[in-house]
């Protein structure tokens, strides 16, 4: 083999690493922009959403998830609380929707008179708190509630309460940290 060839083999052997290198560059450039821009982090406090996200955990919340699509039952949402002066952001699970009414009664919750489905192997709550009685949710709000739910705050109580739509970050779609944890919020 002369030694032309050599060196051809060898540039295109280097310039074959170098492509590989830059695309794979490019691709992590990319993936951090775009989570970067339509993210938000933010560590939890608290075991009221306990076991999908425990205390101390990172969560990534979709700003823009709601844009074009309505919060639906059973997301896990990020929101401001009602009360002022305040930076902090609560994660909870939708459980009522808009124009619903939500009752707990028994430890178990009813939507509309009925038992809610797909909220079987959860405790039974103890405290209904403002749920004892039925609460008719408006054309902008949804009731919450901590899959822990017996150490939730959440709107059962006065000082949570019911979640107006613009006080919804987003969702929170993967549990970033603690490494050995990270995955996809359900």
Do not use: H
């Amino acid at each position: 083999m002369s030694n032309f060839t050599r060196r051809y083999q060898e540039n295109t052997r280097l310039l074959n690493v170098a492509v590989k290198l830059v695309s794979l560059i490019m691709t992590v450039v990319l993936a951090y922009t775009c989570v970067y821009f339509t993210c938000n982090s933010t560590g939890v406090e608290g075991s009221s959403m306990q076991p999908v996200i425990t205390n101390e955990d990172i969560v990534l919340i979709n700003r823009f998830a709601y844009t074009l699509l309505k919060p639906r039952r059973f997301d896990v949402i990020a929101f401001t609380p009602n009360y002022k002066n305040t930076d902090r952001v609560l994660i909870k699970r939708i459980i009522g929707l808009p124009g619903e009414k939500v009752k707990i009664e028994n430890g178990k919750v009813f939507i509309n008179g009925k038992e809610l489905e797909n909220d079987k192997g959860l405790e039974d709550i103890l405290i209904a708190g403002n749920a004892a009685s039925e609460i008719s949710l408006g054309q902008d709000q949804y009731f919450v509630l901590g899959d822990n739910r017996n150490n939730s705050e959440d709107s059962r109580f006065a000082n949570i309460g019911l979640i107006k739509r613009e006080n919804i970050v987003g969702k929170v779609w993967l549990r970033s940290m603690p490494f050995k944890r990270i995955g996809l919020v359900g």
